[in-house]
């Protein structure tokens, strides 16, 4: 472990302790060569399984591909850091309990776009376009009416 501010590799932990969701251990450290503190956390790393491209190309799973795509369809929408963190721990966990070695990025899109859909019409419709594709404003209309036409069944339904 190198400090961040002078890559001294002399430091000592003055605090350890669970994350906040226990699957990882933050360490609170103090740099003896120039003195600044900086903070750690120590994760398992668990055997994710590869992501099956839709090319049929299989990539390591990366939580900040998902993440970044999510967090960019949620700009500007009420919808929080927490929340978003969340759903992927979750989605991270339904992934390990498969027990799978492979999954193809078409079950994590589309889960992805049935928890955006819960969250906003906008952010889902923003990512499905990128998701989907969408070439012209007919592929957002249609994917719009869609929504609606889902919104309108289920007050139909109440």
């Known amino acids: ?3 961040p501010f002078c890559h001294s590799t002399t430091h000592k932990v003055i605090d350890s302790r669970p994350s906040r969701e226990a699957n990882a251990i933050r360490r609170r450290r103090h740099c003896l060569k120039c003195g600044q503190r900086f903070t750690t956390y120590e994760e398992v790393e668990a055997g994710m399984p590869l992501i099956i491209k839709k090319d049929q190309r299989r990539e ?8 970044d795509g999510i967090k960019k369809a949620c700009e500007k929408r009420p919808i929080s850091i927490d929340l978003i963190e969340n ?5 991270e966990k339904e ?15 589309e889960k992805v776009m049935a928890q955006l859909r819960q969250w906003d019409d906008v952010a889902y419709v923003r990512f499905a376009s990128v998701y989907r594709h969408f070439t012209d404003a007919t592929d957002f209309m249609k994917e719009i009416r869609q929504l609606l036409d889902s919104r309108q069944t289920v007050l139909n339904e109440s």
């Open 1 to 3: 472990m190198r400090c």
């Open 60 to 67: 390591p799973y990366q939580r900040t591909k998902i993440s």
């Open 95 to 109: 992934m390990l309990a498969s027990g799978s070695r492979e999954i193809p990025s078409s079950w994590i899109g």
């Open 87 to 91: 759903f992927l721990d979750d989605l």
